[in-house]
Structures are given as structure tokens and as C-alpha cells.
């Protein structure tokens, strides 16, 4: 494809280059292949269940060790809240309550239930009393207003960006939870939760990927928080932010795969999703670092019991990192048996969950150790898996490469081809969901940080349409930061369960029971 100097300008500011184009536009044209699954992760078929006694010794094993660990907990917190809110926009833009439709009239003709159950809450919800101060101020006359009126003022004065201007804040620093008086975020409750199982030696380590324009008022909610937080929690707090790089933005075409042009006739890239976040990710150096959704929080007298589970998959990681670690000065050193060699595949079959090759015990026994080394030294992600009960999201499952081996991997449902009878089949028989509960050792057995980068599968992203200014677009994101990106991990799942999985997806999500006192 042609590109002009101003082009090639361009994609060189971007930090991106020619070469690295013209792959994205090929993916494009030859399409993304669906994942190829070959079962369902269930229990004990790759998904470990376990007991009340285990928990208490895995968690034991992270609580003996923590203190002497450079630990870090990673939260993607980029996202703005305009999705969470998308049924009150909807609501505020397509009903005139001055008009000669109800309010229930409206919720009836549009079945919309979360916009009813919202309405039903009002008063149970974090930022109540301050949108009520708010609109005292912007309606004097407010109370002289009918029923309907007043709620469509509420949702307008939540929404609008001369008032509280919600839908536009970052996920991250909306009112979440209130204690009497006190209103907390999701940021501010990162904190707390961190302080009880990420913290070494009484100070935390937090990194927040965040959108740029969003990065003073993080800086400033910190300031306004810091002190609290430290003196409740008696923990130090080192917060550092980073955000999505522009040399992993992609570039848009149009439904022709032509590239697709500005106004001004420069080209459009695209943020290519979270996938994106393995470079941030792979700029952290930490031996241990757990990942956690921005709104995956729950109010304070829950955390105790979501801890325990988080300590459990870092002595699930601890576990097996040491052996493995050990078998790797072990094959360095070139003195293990035969017969230890195959225990060494045995441990990687059955504790890593790793294909070990029917022709292993053919090989020479040069390449037996090279082989073992090679499915060994990788980075390790222990992956908390809940119990399927309709919630959306990706699921874990046995995967075929190309060369017929099989892997666990976190597969979104699109990147599945739901017209394969069999495909179909097996996406029915999946019994747990992925609730994003990682727990990441990224440093390999010298203490050397792996290279994240080269562990990505680039055939696993995703192809989408989307429109600008009424013009459609294909954009291509790149492999999902716990799904393609982590591809060629080695992945141990555990089962934990549902009550560790409170996300606010939708605004509503703030009247469930771990986000109210």
C-alpha cells in the first residue's frame, strides 16, 4: 500500500513503523482465525479445586515469603464510566418528561428494567446526596416539579457536563461506596484492599494504567486521600501510573481496507484495546504482581474474605515457581537422571498444565533438556476462575495451536466459531468464567525479568466495526492482555469463589449487596 511522506511522517511519530503497518493491514485482509478449542477447563481437568486446609497453606506459604518479595498490584484503570451509564443517557435524551409520555410508559415501551431498578435505589446510591446539592443549586424551583420530572433531573444532573458531568470521569474516581459521611472511589478502595495483601514490609506498591487526560485528577485524588489511607491502614503507598502507549495504537480502514482518513486527510489509529497493556506490564519489575480490574472492589467489612483468596493464588505461584526454578539450576547444572528427567515432565504436565510431547522419551537426552528448559522457563500466571452463572465474559478452555497441541488459555466467546456444531458444543459445556483475579511471576530463575513480549500469540486478536462521524470503520485490537497476550504463559487455574467477582459493569451494579454497608 502507498503512503504519502506526510503518511510516513505520521506513523513514525507515532513510534510505529512501515513494516509494523503493513502487518496490521495484511491481519485485516486475511482476517483473525477462530481459537480452535479442544474441551472445556472443568475440575480436575484443568481447573483446581481446593480445600479449606490448602487455602490456609498456600496462604501461608505467601505470608512467610511476602516481606522478602518486591510485590506490585497492576489495575488497568483507563476506562471513563460512560458505559456504566449508557441506559440513564438513553433515558436523559430520549425522553421529555414535559411531554406526553410517563415515565413508566417510557420504561414499558423500552423494557428497560436497570433504568427502573435504578430509579427504585435512587437514595441508596454513593453520590445521592451530592447530585440532590447540585440540583438545589441548578433548580431552585426543583420541588415544585412533578415525580417524573424530578427523577429526569436527577439522571440530567448526574450526566450533564455543566453539572457532575459522571459518564465522562474515569471509571476509577466515581463515588463507589459511602460510609455515614464518607464517599469512597474504586481507586481509594484499591488501596485499602492492597494494603491487606500487596503490601511488603507496610508499603505498597500499586501501578494504575490510566488515560492521559485523566492523569492530574488521579494525582489530585491521591493527595486528597494519602494521608487517610496511610494512617487507617498504617501502610505506606507508592502509586505509579502509566498509560496506553501510542506505538500500540493500530491504524483503522475503511470496509474497502483502504485507510481511513481524517477530515483533514490524515490517517485514523485507534487505541487497540487492553491487550495493548502487556507493554506496561512488561515495563514493571516485581516478583510478584497481582492484576485486578479497576471496578472490581468491594466495601470494607467484605474484604477480609476476598483476601484470603488473593494470598491463596500467590502460594499457588510460590509453589510452583520454586520447583520449577529448581529444576532449572538442575538441568543448568546437567547432572539429573533419566528417571528425573521424566519427573521433570511430569511436574510440568501435572502441576503446570503444560502438552509434553508423546515422542519425549525418544528424544536424545540433549534435547530432552533443552526441551524441558524451553517449556520450564516462561512466566507463570495463576488464574482465579468462578463458577459460570450467566455473568459475560471470556472462560477457560483447552486450546489446539497449529502444530495439534493443547494449552489452557482464557478465551473471549468472540474469538469462537459459534456456527462449528463442535465448537459450539464444547463452549456449552464450560463450567467457570474468568473474573480477571491473576496473580504474575514475570522474572525467570536468575531473577532476570522476562520479555512479555515474546509470549504473545498475534493471531488471537480481535476484528471489529465501528463507526466515525457516520463513516464506517474496521479497527483491530490487539490479543486481550489475559488472553493472546499471555498465550505462551504457563497456566495454572484455581477455582475461587463468586463473592471474589464484584464488578460494576452498569450503574445499577452500585445496589448489590458488596457495595452497600
Not at 481459537?35 to 483446581?48: E, P, R, Y
Not at 466515581?174 to 484499591?190: G, Q, S
Not at 519489575?285 to 476476598?306: C, G, H, M, P
Not at 515422542?359 to 468462578?386: A, D, H, T
Amino acid at each position: 500500500m502507498n503512503f504519502s511522506e506526510q503518511d510516513l511522517k505520521q506513523i513514525d511519530n507515532k513510534g510505529l513503523t512501515l513494516k509494523k503497518i503493513d502487518q496490521q493491514i495484511n491481519q485485516f485482509r486475511d482476517g483473525i482465525p477462530f481459537v480452535k478449542l479442544a474441551s472445556a477447563a472443568t475440575i480436575s481437568h484443568g481447573i483446581l479445586k481446593l480445600t479449606e486446609a490448602d487455602r490456609k497453606y498456600y496462604g501461608a506459604i505467601y505470608d512467610d515469603k511476602r516481606d522478602s518479595l518486591n510485590v506490585v498490584k497492576f489495575v488497568p484503570a483507563s476506562g471513563a464510566a460512560t458505559r456504566m451509564f449508557k441506559t440513564l443517557f438513553n433515558y436523559v435524551n430520549n425522553h421529555n418528561p414535559d411531554g406526553d409520555e410517563s415515565l413508566n410508559s417510557y420504561i414499558n415501551k423500552h423494557k428497560d428494567l436497570d433504568l427502573s431498578l435504578f430509579l427504585v435505589g435512587l437514595e441508596k446510591l454513593p453520590f445521592y446526596d451530592l447530585v440532590m446539592e447540585e440540583i438545589h443549586k441548578a433548580y431552585p424551583d426543583y420541588k415544585t416539579y412533578d415525580g417524573d420530572k424530578q427523577k429526569w433531573l436527577f439522571v440530567k444532573t448526574m450526566l450533564d457536563e455543566k453539572h457532575l458531568n459522571y459518564g465522562s470521569y474515569p471509571k476509577g474516581l466515581l463515588p463507589f461506596h459511602k460510609y455515614n459521611e464518607r464517599i469512597t472511589t474504586a481507586f481509594e478502595e484499591h488501596l485499602f484492599e492492597s494494603a491487606l495483601y500487596a503490601s511488603t514490609n507496610k508499603t505498597a506498591n500499586l501501578h494504575f494504567t490510566i488515560s492521559e487526560v485523566h492523569n492530574h485528577k488521579f494525582d489530585a485524588e491521591f493527595k486528597r486521600i494519602e494521608e487517610l489511607v496511610e494512617a487507617a491502614t498504617k501502610t505506606a503507598f507508592n502509586i505509579s501510573f502509566s498509560y496506553q502507549k501510542q506505538s500500540t495504537d493500530t491504524i483503522a480502514l475503511t470496509p474497502e481496507y483502504e485507510p481511513f482518513r481524517e477530515d483533514d486527510g490524515s490517517l485514523l489509529f485507534r487505541p487497540s484495546g487492553h491487550g495493548a497493556l502487556i507493554e506496561n506490564l512488561n515495563d514493571l519489575d516485581a516478583d510478584v504482581i497481582f492484576i485486578q480490574n479497576i471496578d472490581n472492589v468491594v466495601v470494607s467489612e467484605l474484604k477480609t474474605s476476598i483476601v484470603a483468596y488473593k494470598k491463596m493464588l500467590a502460594g499457588v505461584l510460590l509453589d510452583r515457581q520454586e520447583q520449577a526454578f529448581k529444576y532449572l539450576n538442575d538441568l543448568d547444572e546437567g547432572n539429573l537422571k533419566e528417571n528425573e528427567l521424566i519427573e521433570v515432565a511430569e511436574f510440568l504436565a501435572q502441576k503446570l498444565n503444560v502438552d509434553i510431547s508423546e515422542e519425549f522419551e525418544k528424544y536424545s537426552l540433549k534435547y530432552q533438556i533443552e526441551y524441558l528448559k524451553e517449556k520450564l522457563n516462561r512466566p507463570i500466571r495463576v488464574c482465579g476462575m468462578v463458577k459460570n452463572e450467566g455473568e459475560p465474559g471470556g472462560g477457560p478452555f483447552w486450546v489446539l495451536d497449529h502444530r495439534g497441541n493443547e494449552s489452557l488459555q482464557i478465551v473471549e466467546s468472540a474469538q469462537i466459531d459459534k456456527k462449528n456444531k463442535v465448537q459450539k458444543e464444547i463452549l456449552g459445556n464450560a463450567t467457570h468464567f474468568n473474573p480477571v483475579d491473576l496473580v504474575c511471576g514475570t522474572k525467570n530463575y536468575k531473577g532476570e525479568g522476562f520479555d512479555l513480549l515474546k509470549y504473545v500469540d498475534p493471531n488471537t486478536g480481535f476484528i471489529t466495526q465501528k463507526t466515525k462521524a457516520g463513516q464506517e470503520l474496521l479497527a483491530l485490537e490487539l490479543p486481550g492482555l489475559w488472553n493472546g497476550s499471555m498465550a505462551n504463559w504457563n497456566t495454572i487455574f484455581v477455582e475461587v469463589p463468586l463473592k471474589t467477582f464484584n464488578p460494576v459493569k452498569t450503574v445499577t451494579d452500585l445496589l448489590k449487596p458488596a457495595h452497600q454497608i
